[in-house]
């Protein structure tokens, strides 16, 4: 599969809080969808790292350090989830927002290696995650720091014991609690 269509799934992601936005679900609806959907996410990654089950689109979507850690898809059903039950809308939906488009936009800037990217990659990325923010009436202060969490957890790919920090976990939570943070304050 092409590095365009996993972006495209990636990009998927915004269709629950872009119907959230429309007025088509309300947020119970949201939480629900994210919760559920990490649910299955849990079982289906419990079956493939056990060998049970090696379907092709699991060759085709996840990436080398992938193969025995928990894959990207569960991380970001899992994040997502979190930042649904713990922030309201107008935190949680930006930030899920940044995880679903700024990182398929970050992705297809860059060259696709593990690391710190290029700074104008990131710079992209900060400014997609502003606007997306802004776009959403989120006072600037809490846009800007939104964008910079998220801009830094997509540019770092930290390793703990072994185990990757997938951005699909670290940009809608880290983002979150940034521009929480911020406007607590």
């Not at 959230?20 to 679900?25: G, N």
């Not at 699909?168 to 983002?175: D, F, H, Q, R």
């Amino acid at each position: 599969m092409s590095e365009l269509s996993r972006r495209l799934v990636h990009a998927s992601g915004a269709l629950v809080p872009g119907a959230f936005l429309a007025s088509v679900v309300g947020w119970p609806v949201v939480q629900a969808v994210f919760v559920v959907g990490a649910g299955v996410a849990v079982v289906l990654e419990a079956l493939r790292l056990s060998g049970r089950v090696s379907w092709w689109i699991y060759d085709a979507l996840t990436r080398e350090y992938e193969q025995d850690n928990p894959a990207g898809y569960a991380l970001y059903m899992l994040a997502a989830a979190a930042t649904v039950l713990v922030f309201a809308p107008p935190i949680a939906v930006p930030a899920l927002l940044m995880l679903s488009l700024g990182d398929p936009v970050s992705g297809l800037l860059s060259s696709g290696g593990t690391g710190l990217k290029a700074g104008w990659v990131l710079l992209a990325t900060f400014g997609v995650c502003l606007a997306i923010a802004s776009l959403l009436a989120v006072p600037l202060p809490a846009a800007v720091a939104g964008a910079l969490a998220a801009t830094l957890a997509d540019g770092t790919t930290p390793v703990v014991r072994g185990y990757v920090l997938d951005d699909n976990a670290t940009i809608p939570l880290g983002s979150a609690a940034a521009m929480w943070l911020v406007l607590a304050v």
